[in-house]
């Protein structure tokens, strides 16, 4: 059995990594969904889908179970958008998540959808890490050592601080 985990893991963090655990409690094999891969280089979205894809192998590459992360594009058509991650992903059987619109879209679709536990949310949140990088606070506490690896690589931290400089 598959289930799917949705998200746009900007970055992914630990709160992220205990999900995806508890949902290996569940299944057999993990597909992440990697939301909003068209978006990158915004305060909000400063990571490629490449990126996130690549965090995400990293972070779990030690699990015994398969994890595929894949990108999956928005679309400007919710009353579709199941079928088009469907259209994406390997074939899943549950869904994980606790986004109200996409347990709505899921459910609509006859899909059975579990809760995720939150897992200290007011620190493990990608708003809370993105600030504390563009802050100068300690993010790399929050994320797997592997997702810090891949932040430095890319320079992470100098492309949030150009962006918030940036006046758009
Ligand atoms: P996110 O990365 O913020 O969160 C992913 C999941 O992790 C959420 O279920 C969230 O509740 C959970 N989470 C976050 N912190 C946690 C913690 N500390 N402990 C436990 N769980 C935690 O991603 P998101 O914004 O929910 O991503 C949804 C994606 O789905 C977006 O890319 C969105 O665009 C996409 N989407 C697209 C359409 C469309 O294109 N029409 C429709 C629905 C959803």
Not at 39 to 46: A, V, Y
Not at 107 to 127: A, H, I, K, N
Request: proline share 4%.
């Amino acid at each position: 059995m598959r289930g799917l985990y949705v998200g746009r893991f900007q970055p992914f963090h630990k709160g992220h990594e205990r999900v995806v655990d508890d949902i290996m409690d569940d299944v057999d094999e993990v597909v992440v969904a990697v939301g909003s891969a068209q978006k990158s280089h915004t305060l909000r979205n400063p990571f490629t889908a490449g990126e996130r894809v690549s965090m995400i192998t990293k972070a779990l590459e030690d699990r015994d179970e398969t994890v595929y992360a894949i990108p999956v594009e928005d679309l400007n058509r919710n009353a579709v958008w199941t079928t088009h991650v469907r259209s994406m992903c390997p074939p899943f059987e549950t869904v994980y998540s606790n986004n109200p619109l996409i347990v709505r879209l899921f459910e609509e679709d006859d899909v059975e959808v579990r809760e995720c536990v939150l897992f200290e949310r007011d620190r493990f949140s990608g708003r809370v890490i993105r600030e504390r990088m563009r802050d100068g606070g300690d993010w790399r506490a929050l994320v797997p050592d592997e997702v810090e690896k891949v932040v430095d690589e890319v320079d992470g931290v100098r492309r949030l601080r150009d962006l918030d400089a940036d006046d758009y």
